[in-house]
């Protein structure tokens, strides 16, 4: 059975850091490609960061400079490091897994995903 739990969400000021975590099991991390994505009320999830199986990253160009997604496989936990947080970070943000596919499909989208963790609350206050 696949799990994915996120944990380090919290409310925090305008400027402050979090480090989220996504420790996960019955799948090494090493071999999916992972993203964390995020979910504000009346939104469309969107894609804040990835990590290709190589270990590239990719972000959104409103996180560029701020976030900082990284990996330990030995414990196969992702992480999200958020700096600078500025009240429009405020949403529920969710780490996912996802194998590699025959197809092209971009990492940043929340499409082709496998596996998701049941999300984090990541409140800025101003």
């Known amino acids: 059975q696949v799990q994915l739990v996120e944990s380090g969400g919290g409310s925090v000021q305008a400027g402050g850091s979090l480090r989220l975590s996504c420790a996960a099991s019955?799948?090494?991390?090493?071999?999916?490609?992972m993203g964390w994505f995020r979910q504000a009320p009346g939104k469309e999830r969107e894609g804040v960061a990835a990590?290709?199986?190589?270990?590239?990253?990719r972000y959104a160009d409103s996180v560029k400079g701020r976030f900082t997604i990284s990996k330990d496989s030995a414990k196969n936990t992702l992480y999200l490091q958020i700096n600078s947080l500025k009240p429009e970070d405020t949403a529920m943000y969710y780490c996912?897994?996802?194998?590699?596919?025959?197809?092209?499909?971009?990492?940043?989208?929340?499409?082709?995903?496998?596996?998701w963790g049941q999300g984090t609350q990541v409140t800025v206050s101003s």
């Open positions: 996912a897994a996802r194998a590699p596919k025959e197809y092209y499909s971009d990492i940043m989208l929340p499409f082709d995903y496998d596996y």
């Open positions: 019955g799948i090494p991390l090493s071999s999916y490609f």
């Open positions: 990590m290709y199986i190589g270990g590239s990253t």
